[in-house]
């Protein structure tokens, strides 16, 4: 047994994952977070480990801890020889599973004056980025040194004053309410925000929402910030067709934003991923609102959305639609507060942006695809509203 677990520790401090021994006597507790808890965190009671580790860890698994702090540790019961021998257990920790930085930091601890110090620590970590590899590997590992069917057992410990579940069966209900009420107070924050295309308040309380410490549903951190952004894009999306977005645009955005989501690879690239998907959205129902127009102004506009590109006019549009043009005309004023014409040339100009942020095409070409057949009418329909030139805005944005 001792060149087992002999061979067991080398193999995890090969990579800088320390390793030692714990049974029911244990008392340098420390040694399962580098003392993070005793250094930074002084009131926290590293006895709640002992315990529940005494209390759970009872059948013959791999035991994997990772708490909110995202420090992990492997835990694996050694057999017992004879009844009167204390239970022992091989431990193996800390490491995280993903590589902390000042941003990632921010989504779990508060900020504080502590910050550059807890970063520091987080440095001294080794860190696995392939959780799922790792978990292959470790059942692969622990049963071919230990043998049986050994299973891995995962456990998350969610928020910060608690490294592991309160103790109090009641206690912990009444908590994990408090944090279920808050997190749906400030989900439909979120999605009130959104509704009125405010994306910086949206912003924070999605923010605020990553650091409420939801249980994750899955071993895999990225995979869980994956989750957490697909059911983000499925609520952007019907809020989006509430707001009287065309089908087609909800479809072309919540369609791109799903495959975009499936290519990231850390949860930091996710998290920024959900930052970028509510500007987008906001953007998107802010220019492409119609729910609270009547329904002439609002097939307008969408005539005008999908038709930019074409020679439209107030006239085209009132014989598209089979309306008199000067109903129209007042009417489209009456609601918007501009008349069909600045709508026009402003959603043309709004669809050349993007292309001038290339270089692939010359403004002169983008002018055309965006329905201006005459250039010097672009540049000046393009500096009333941007006030600025194409030419500037494009040099301005590749410096």
């Keep these: 047994m001792k060149d087992t677990i002999l061979f067991a520790s080398k193999i995890f401090e090969s990579q800088n994952i320390q390793t ?22 002084p009131t926290e009671d590293y006895g709640r480990i002992k315990r ?42 800390p490491f995280t599973f993903e590589k902390i930085t000042e941003e990632s930091l921010e989504r779990f601890i508060s900020p504080s004056d502590n910050a550059e110090k807890l970063l520091r620590f987080y440095r001294t970590i080794p860190v696995i980025f392939h959780r799922d590899t790792f978990f292959s590997f470790l059942g692969a590992f622990f049963t071919e040194l230990f043998g049986g069917e050994l299973k891995i057992s ?23 309410l408090k944090e279920v009420e808050a997190r749906y107070n400030l989900e439909h924050k979120l999605h009130d925000a959104i509704r009125k295309a405010d994306s910086q308040s949206a912003i924070r309380a999605f923010k605020q929402m990553q650091q409420t410490g939801i249980k994750p549903r899955s ?14 894009n499925s609520h952007l999306r019907k809020i989006m067709e509430e707001c009287g977005v065309h089908p087609f645009y909800v479809d072309e955005v919540s369609r791109n934003f799903a ?3 499936e290519k990231c690879t850390s949860s930091v690239q996710v998290s920024d991923l959900a930052v970028k998907m509510i500007k987008t959205y906001c953007a998107q129902i802010a220019s492409h609102k119609v729910a609270q127009f009547s329904e002439a102004v609002q097939k307008s506009i969408l005539y005008i959305d999908f ?13 598209e639609l089979h309306l008199n043009p ?10 918007t507060g501009e008349n069909i014409t600045e709508y026009i040339n402003r959603t043309r100009i709004e669809h050349s942006l993007p292309l001038l942020a290339h270089r692939e095409k010359s403004i002169v070409e983008i002018a055309g695809e965006c329905g201006f057949d005459d250039m010097n009418y672009f540049s000046r329909v ?3 509203i941007m006030k600025c030139s194409p030419s500037a805005y494009r040099s301005r944005l590749n410096h």
């Design 326 to 335: 000067s109903y129209l005309s007042s009417q489209f004023t009456k609601e």
């Design 219 to 232: 071993p895999s951190y990225v995979r869980n910030s994956q989750n957490f952004a697909i059911v983000l």
């Design 382 to 384: 393009f500096k009333k």
């Design 259 to 261: 495959i975009e989501i």
């Design 52 to 93: 529940w580790i005494l209390s759970n860890c009872t059948e013959k698994n791999i035991y994997v801890l990772e708490d909110f702090f995202r420090l992990s540790s492997v835990v694996f019961p050694l057999e017992k020889k004879d009844n009167d021998e204390k239970q022992k257990f091989f431990i193996a920790s």
């Design 307 to 319: 038709h930019f590109a074409e020679y439209v006019s107030l006239s085209v549009i009132a014989e």
């Design 154 to 176: 995962y456990h998350y410990f969610e928020g910060r004053e608690n490294y592991l579940y309160s103790e109090k069966a009641e206690q912990r209900d009444e908590e994990y």
């Design 20 to 41: 030692f021994l714990f049974d029911e006597d244990f008392s340098d507790l420390e040694l399962f977070d580098a003392s993070l808890r005793k250094t930074f965190f």
